[in-house]
């Protein structure tokens, strides 16, 4: 049964309080053998990737093939039946179109002082999208993923992942191909994380590295920060639903059961001021929970996380939200505007009736790689900006640092560094 | 003496090669020291950060205090000389400028299927800003890290900063008093990172934490990267002049060394198509650093890490300094914007013949925290974006998810996520 909450029960407090710091996330740690894994492909390259790649995907890259070709991407495409196509053709073209609106506008100035200064935007050079193998290669995933990079102005886009027994996904290469994958490497696991980042004499290094994966991918990611750029460690997906009771709770519950059902980790939380309605959610989710083929997942998901809140009135229940930072919010009321102007923290919000999270994962256009744990107080979900970079710049004339220069000058003394205040000082007359 | 290059040399692809993959960064291996300290503070709260502050800097927090007082910072402010008062007030007035322009701009729009999405900006609550004790001590690099927190919008901004044997710095101080900062706090090290990420009795946690430090709190931020946010973690400074034959020999020379002065791993490289003017500018870094009370620490990092690289065209000098993506890179010619133009990787350009990199640190406007040891590849300077974060959000009617939910339900099915599917297609009629 998942946890039952009343904000007008003592206690609450301390119970809500032991909500908000539960951890989801596995404690098991596998630094140790991620950092070899790293230091082995560092060092030994392709050799390593080989001989990783027959241990844990059971294939051998010289048999199957290192990488798999544009034709069979293309192929992939080509064979999906009609409507698949039509659908994954329109997310890609709403991905495309929302991302092709985050691009940032370069900037330039010139000051009082006559100091022109601005900042430039770039793509980097080269990104890497991690795509898992088995269960949870999702087409959705290569899209949001890919898409981005693209538009950043990514010239390099190279997609690793693992095809345990050798076997591929094609709506995975599907996907790479409308998106425009450049390489596709069957490579996974920490070790193709390593590739990237270090390179090898196959794969040529990148920039920045994104995508999910499980925990040795994850760990893989978080050592390699700053050799390359990455997207933010994520863990298990959360959803919060703000419903009242004129919602129908089949509605509702399928709504939850979206997020239960992607792993026995995942939570999903409603909050409601209507009690009666929150008992109507709970029967829905047993009666939903039957017909579908992830029971067992989501059953266990909702079983050990799951939540129901109950709250005097629903303005009440934003402040319980942004403490909780959840990664989807869905906001199911006629008028959302009023709760969502006072929403602090979240990943992505999902306003009214008629939308629910699952348009997001797919076709909406926003982008489905969002901040988990609580990590919506601080970050933001994946963008175009994630493969870009700034650079700033600066020009001064003789007049412009005539007239910002000895203040350099004054603080660089103070701060005990002769040769800055020189570099200054010396070109003022 | 520094490494001298000549790109006609044969044998030189090779030799560049080198100098761009030369580590300076410090290999020692600080993360199990780090991990237990971050655990005792987790786990031990202020009792922790009471012994640590004994044992590394030497007081008692009981004794001294454990915060400096608004009182104090302003105190500190108002006892500045004239001279400095000023420089630091214009260095804080053109950085809060500069940086007003990179707020975000949130967007919404209805597309073509009545879909109603959007992205909303929004400051994180808490900053953390920790500034070095004793020699790294810059008022400079509070402003730097603090006024851009303030211009998010962050409503509590805090500072933590060892004070060795209980001494203060009041330029510090005084920066922390101009800049806004709420809360000081008199711990360092590893321990302080902790406190800010997991708070302790007295010190509420915060979402993000930036600023510079020794590799005991980079790999405190490493390691906590996910519980906060953090900016890029930051190696030894460095410095790429590209000029021509034209310019005054001390002038680049003052340049040089404005880095190498900062410490022993610093890195100072100058391109040159004039051999003559490698060699004036060689002897012109021998006299300046005779005079320069930093001369030791200066003149190690140009014997170890210096060079002089000339090549046939300083065109051709671009090619090479993107492939080390410096940190700063000055363009000492009389028309700089044509190579400009050409620079894909670095931090922070400065153009022409009157823009010493060292007016950037202080007073131009620009961040002077910005990615070292060739991150300048994939991420970009210290920015009014680290403090914020974006929340998406997305809002269809019964309409429009008849237009693209039938897509979504598709590739739900195709992903094998019933529940996905189940939450659109009930709501289609």
Redesign the interface.
């Known amino acids: 049964m998942p946890l039952r909450l009343d904000a007008s029960d003592t206690g609450f407090a301390d119970a809500f309080a032991a909500l908000v710091d539960a951890r989801r996330e596995s404690d098991a740690d596998v630094s140790r053998d991620v950092a070899a894994i790293l230091q082995r492909v560092r060092t030994e390259g392709d050799a390593a990737l080989h001989a990783l790649t027959l241990q844990f995907d059971r294939h051998d890259l010289d048999a199957t093939g290192w990488r798999v070709s544009a034709e069979e991407c293309r192929a992939a495409l080509d064979g999906l039946d009609t ?2 196509r ?3 053709e ?2 890609a073209a ?1 991905i495309g ?2 991302h092709a ?2 691009k940032p506008q370069d ?1 330039e ?1 010139v ?1 009082s002082a006559g ?3 601005g ?1 430039r935007w ?1 793509g ?2 080269a990104a890497g999208v991690y795509v898992p193998g088995g ?1 949870a290669a ?3 995933s290569v899209l949001m993923n890919a898409i981005p990079a693209k538009v950043a102005g990514v010239e390099r886009l190279v997609m690793v992942t693992p095809t345990p027994g050798g076997e591929v996904n094609p ?1 995975v290469l599907a996907a790479a191909s409308l998106a425009g994958v450049d390489e596709v490497w069957r490579v996974g696991g920490a070790q193709a994380i390593a590739a990237l980042a270090y390179g090898t004499d196959r794969i040529t290094p990148v ?2 590295v994104t995508g999910p994966g499980n925990a040795w991918v994850a760990e893989a990611k ?1 050592q390699l ?2 050799v ?2 990455i997207d ?2 994520a863990g298990p997906s959360e959803i919060v639903v703000v419903a009242d009771g004129a919602n ?1 709770p ?2 509702i519950a ?2 939850l ?2 997020q ?3 792993d026995p980790t995942s939570q999903s939380i409603l909050f409601t001021d209507d009690v009666g309605f929150a008992d109507r959610v709970a029967e829905a989710v047993e009666r ?1 929970l039957a ?4 029971e067992a997942t ?1 059953r266990t998901s909702w079983n050990d996380n799951g939540a129901i809140v109950t709250v005097p009135a629903l303005t009440e229940a934003i402040r319980l939200v942004d403490r909780l930072a959840p990664e989807h919010l869905e906001l199911a009321v006629a008028d ?1 505007q009023p709760l ?1 102007d006072k ?25 489905h790689v969002l ?1 988990t ?1 609580r ?7 994946l ?1 175009v ?1 994630d493969f870009m ?10 007049s ?2 005539a007239k ?5 000058v ?3 003394g ?11 000082g ?2 003022l007359k």
């Open positions: 409507e698949l039509i659908a994954l329109l997310a709403r179109d929302f609106r985050q900037s100035s000051d100091v022109r200064l900042s770039r980097v050079d269960r999702y087409p959705s709506l920039d920045v978080r920060y700053g390359v750029g933010m460690v129908d089949d509605w399928a709504d059961l979206s239960a059902e992607h939903t017909t579908l083929s992830t989501a959302p969502f929403v602090r923290h979240a990943g992505s919000v999902f306003l009214g009736r008629h939308t629910p999270e699952a348009v997001g994962d797919y076709v909406a256009g926003p982008n901040p744990g990590r919506a107080r601080f970050s933001s979900g963008s900006l970079k700034r650079t700033s710049f600066l020009a001064c004339d003789e412009s640092l910002i220069g000895p203040a350099a004054a603080l660089a103070a701060e005990g560094l002769p040769a800055h205040a020189l570099s200054v010396i070109r």
